[in-house]
């Protein structure tokens, strides 16, 4: 069965330093990938998808990039975190189809705190 | 773009009370539905989702959800709610043409009081 992880599982970080939040998928190859970020009240954004290696896309505007250097790891980094990056971080995973009929599945989230 | 609406933002509960949970989309073409629940402490799961066919859905725990697309909305429902039953509720939705992003509403927290 396919599992996701992703860590670490809190984080609390000064403001200007840099990120790394790890992201990866076992059991299954090829996947979709996405991060989302949770904010209280305001449901889940999309941040990044990525449908392969070295491909992704960016979704909002804002300090924060994303790398796929393997097939089944997905990384969400900065170079300089703000306090509004704070928030609950989410990976999610889908199969790669064709059509929109992928569910996605989470992983067990990041939170962030920048102080 | 497609977009949600839950207008129920927090939800207060007896148990054994019946539960819906509205949920509206917008988009003009053909969607799939999806009902996750974040449980105090646990991963996003998914409760249940809609692709075709049957737009009555059962999901895990005795939910369901109705699709009607005259209305756009896609209502969670459970006869008789428990206390294991507080979570906090996302309904989502994408196009289903090609590769589309899900797009979620904002979510409804569940109180159940025992």
């Known amino acids: 069965s396919q599992t996701i992880h992703q860590w670490p599982a809190t984080l609390v970080q000064p403001v200007g330093s840099p990120l790394s939040l790890e992201c990866t998928v076992e059991g299954t190859s090829n996947p979709n990938l996405y991060w989302y970020r949770q904010a209280a009240g305001r449901g889940l954004q999309l941040l990044f998808y990525?449908?392969?290696?070295?491909?992704i896309s960016s979704e909002v505007p804002q300090n924060l990039s994303a790398s796929r250097p393997q097939d089944r790891q997905f990384i969400l980094s900065s170079k300089k975190l703000l306090l509004s990056d704070s928030g609950f971080y989410l990976c999610?995973?889908?199969?790669?189809?064709?059509?929109?009929?992928?569910?996605?599945?989470f992983g067990p989230g990041t939170r962030l705190t920048v102080l | 773009a497609q977009s949600v609406s839950q207008h129920n933002h927090h939800v207060i509960l007896s148990e054994a009370a019946s539960l819906e949970l509205g949920c509206n989309y917008s988009y003009g073409g053909t969607v799939n539905l999806f009902w996750y629940v974040q449980y105090p402490g646990q991963h996003l799961q998914l409760l249940l989702k809609?692709?075709?066919?049957?737009?009555l859905v059962k999901g895990i725990k005795g939910f369901e959800a109705e699709f009607i697309k005259s209305k756009f909305s896609f209502n969670l429902r459970k006869p008789s709610v428990q206390w294991s039953d507080t979570a906090e509720y996302f309904c989502a939705v994408n196009a289903n043409t090609g590769f589309q992003k899900l797009v979620f509403g904002t979510g409804t927290r569940l109180l159940v009081s025992p």
């Open positions: 809609y692709f075709s066919g049957d737009p």
């Open positions: 990525s449908i392969g290696i070295d491909q």
């Open positions: 999610a995973w889908s199969v790669a189809r064709k059509r929109g009929t992928d569910t996605q599945y």
